[in-house]
């Protein structure tokens, strides 16, 4: 059985940064491809950002380019999303989730397309 469980969420002020961590329990961790999604009050969830099996390719929303960092330490089991120059509109649950594709493809942008979630943490920005 495999279980995804996020960290890090809190309240934040504009400007500040944060580190998210997912960390998966059962299966082959390095056989998922990871990502992160979010959702706003009242908005519908939204696609943030994959990491392949490796770490090494990645997919980001065009809407966090530049901002948004995700990563991953396979030795961990654990998947992070850096956050930097925190906004008000970053506020939301952000959940993580496991995509067992059998391949090394991270442009996983919607979430049918993963096996296993979260429960979210909870991420809000205001002064």
Known sequence: QVQVVESGGGVYQPGDSLRLSCKVFGGRFDMFVMGWFRQAPGKEREFVAAVGWFGTTEYYADSVKGRLTISRDNTKNTA??????LK???SAVYYCAAALTGTDMV???TADLYDYWGQGTQVTVSS
């Open 88 to 90: 008000p509109e970053d």
């Open 80 to 85: 992070y999303l850096d956050i930097h120059s």
């Open 107 to 109: 442009a996983l942008t």
